[in-house]
């Protein structure tokens, strides 16, 4: 997760994007911030957790509540709720998971029944076979 969440990352700077990385425990969130400073031969990713003095001016800010760097672009890891007013206010919002982890599966599904059945066009990437597939598309 945390290759395709720094890929993903880069994307959305090169588009302009502010960032929020919404997740549900401040395991994972440090869990990502530590490997999102790993990696310095991929070039510096600029980044903050939440809770700093600097947090509205993050680029990236990794939170477990709305950010505060007032993101273009929304990040879900572990599951973390997205409504469809919050997509449809986005420019693009991500729902990154462990497709060999059943329990995120079935949230991501779950996640996807939601928005999708609220009318939020949605679609579903999935490396499985090695290289991305999109696999669904729901439109709005």
Request: proline share 4%; charged share 25%.
């Amino acid at each position: 997760m945390e290759v395709t969440l720094r890929v993903l990352l880069e994307k959305s700077l090169q588009a302009g994007w502010r960032v929020a990385v919404l997740g549900r425990t401040a395991a994972m969130l440090d869990r990502l911030d530590e490997q999102l400073w790993l990696r310095p031969e991929d070039g510096f990713l600029p980044h903050g957790r939440a809770g700093g003095d600097h947090d509205a001016l993050q680029p990236v800010l990794l939170t477990s509540e709305r950010a505060a760097n007032d993101p273009t672009c929304v990040i879900s890891v572990e599951g973390a709720d997205v409504t469809p007013d919050e997509v449809g206010a986005m420019a693009r919002v991500m729902v990154l998971f462990d497709g060999h982890d059943e329990a995120a599966l079935q949230t991501a599904r779950e996640q996807w029944k939601s928005l999708t059945g609220a009318g939020v066009a949605a679609k579903y990437w999935s490396e499985a076979s090695g290289k991305w597939e999109m696999k669904a598309e729901s439109g709005a």
